[in-house]
């Protein structure tokens, strides 16, 4: 009998003691007759298989009836279905896949931010550094406008110089023991600085020549002295080797680009710019400059007037003062003069065609030569048929009406 009892809880978790211990006589009484019971008989076999047969039998009565009670019930606390939009998303909730997105994004932004803040420090081999380089690359890429571009490689330059000066030591002692991965990393670092020059002076170049104007040159002659400063503070901690001599070279590489920004700011606007061939510096400059031509004369150089063409007639002047008088009323300059022929002047230009008369439309007034022998000027006389001339002892008459000879 005794392994058909329940065993009581323990001692900290019982509400009540023990029956078995009570301190009540009666309670111990009916607790002995109890354990004196014995267990009751188990089941015949004939009645547990007709009771399983029976219940076999009712179950899918049973089930039946439980679901028809459960399917209404089902029924009413289903939502109400939505309407199916056509399309090709149908069906598709975006919503939680597109906060999750979004927040990945802001969440790499931010971190991309961090880092990049961060990266403006380091220096070449440094675990940060190819984090600015590429920053810097997409800076240089996002800027629009030529002349922003070369500021911006300017910028990169002068950053470059920087790292430089904090890669090696202050004193000229401690320089001679950099290591070559410290070498190797200068030299890279100022090849980086010299290609950033070279592509600022070939931009601004072209750009001064492109706008006839040395405004975009003003960019590079204002950088330039500062930088040139910077690195002469550097090579003066470096001792004579091939690491002064590696920041030397770019020393004189930002000389001559000064030197010839300086050049091509001098001939701005000359028109042979134009034409010239370009280096690494960017364009060269012209060994003469030359100005825009007059756009009224064709090869012409410089600025030019066309000289104006007079339809008043005057006398001839005495051929010893060097000048001979046309039917223009302009006066040649004599046997130095463009007038000749000789091209000896300033400027060669071709003798104006002289332009008829109004009042006497035909009449072609020519034009003495300066070759006649000097004869002393007589009366000049104007009538409806021309100009007569009287020089002693020959009479000029320029006219359309026929002539008569005098003695």
Same mark, same amino acid.
């Given at each position: 009998m005794a392994e058909h009892r329940v065993s009581m809880l323990g001692g900290p978790l019982r509400r009540y003691e023990d029956p078995a211990h009570s301190r009540d006589p009666r309670i111990r009484e009916v607790v002995a007759a109890l354990a004196t019971l014995d267990p009751a008989p188990a089941p015949r076999a004939h009645f547990r298989a007709e009771l399983r047969a029976q219940l076999v039998a009712v179950a899918p009565r049973l089930v039946q009836e439980g679901t028809e009670e459960l399917a209404p019930r089902r029924a009413e606390a289903a939502p109400p279905k939505q309407p199916v939009k056509k399309g090709l998303i149908s069906g598709l909730h975006l919503g939680r896949p597109l906060a999750a997105v979004a927040c990945t994004v802001v969440i790499l932004a931010m971190l991309?931010?961090?880092?990049?803040?961060?990266?403006?420090?380091?220096?070449?081999?440094?675990?940060?550094?190819?984090?600015?380089?590429?920053?810097?690359?997409?800076?240089?890429?996002?800027?629009?406008?030529?002349?922003?571009?070369?500021?911006?490689?300017?910028?990169?330059?002068?950053?470059?110089?920087?790292?430089?000066?904090?890669?090696?030591?202050?004193?000229?002692?401690?320089?001679?023991? $950099? !290591? %070559?991965? /410290?070498?190797?990393?200068?030299? *890279? @670092?100022?090849?980086?600085?010299?290609?950033?020059?070279?592509? =600022?002076?070939?931009?601004?170049?072209?750009?001064?020549?492109?706008?006839?104007?040395?405004?975009?040159l003003d960019v590079l002659t204002k950088w330039a002295?500062?930088?040139?400063?910077?690195?002469?503070?550097?090579?003066?901690?470096?001792?004579?080797?091939?690491?002064?001599?590696?920041?030397?070279?770019?020393?004189?590489?930002?000389t001559s680009a000064f030197t010839r920004a300086k050049m091509l700011a001098a001939e701005a606007g000359c028109s042979c710019l134009h034409a010239t061939s370009s280096d690494q510096l960017g364009p060269l400059p012209c060994p003469v400059c030359v100005s825009p031509a007059h756009p009224g004369v064709p090869g012409g150089s410089g600025p030019s007037k066309t000289p104006a063409v007079s339809t008043k007639p005057t006398a001839? $002047? !005495? %051929?010893? /003062?060097?000048?001979?008088?046309? *039917? @223009?009323?302009?006066?040649?300059?004599?046997?130095?003069?463009? =007038?000749?022929?000789?091209?000896?002047?300033?400027?060669?230009?071709?003798?104006?065609?002289?332009?008829?008369s109004k009042s006497r439309p035909g009449l072609t007034l020519p034009t003495i030569l300066s070759t006649l022998p000097s004869l002393p000027i007589g009366p000049i006389g104007i009538g409806s048929c021309g100009i007569s001339v009287s020089l002693s002892p020959i009479i000029l008459h320029l006219g359309s009406c026929p002539t008569t000879a005098h003695s």
């Open positions: 991309l931010g961090g880092v990049v803040v961060l990266s403006r420090g380091s220096l070449p081999g440094d675990a940060l550094y190819g984090v600015k380089r590429a920053s810097e690359n997409a800076q240089l890429a996002a800027t629009s406008g030529a002349e922003a571009k070369a500021k911006l490689n300017l910028k990169l330059a002068s950053t470059r110089f920087s790292e430089v000066a904090k890669l090696l030591p202050e004193s000229p002692a401690a320089a001679k023991r $950099v !290591s %070559s991965h /410290t070498r190797s990393l200068v030299d *890279s @670092t100022l090849g980086s600085a010299d290609s950033d020059l070279l592509s =600022a002076s070939q931009t601004l170049g072209a750009q001064a020549i492109r706008n006839n104007s040395a405004a975009p002295p500062g930088a040139l400063s910077h690195l002469t503070s550097i090579i003066n901690r470096l001792p004579a080797g091939d690491l002064r001599d590696r920041v030397t070279g770019s020393y004189t590489l930002l001839p $002047v !005495s %051929s010893s /003062t060097g000048a001979a008088t046309g *039917s @223009t009323g302009s006066t040649g300059a004599g046997s130095s003069a463009a =007038a000749t022929g000789n091209g000896t002047g300033p400027s060669a230009t071709a003798t104006p065609t002289p332009t008829p």
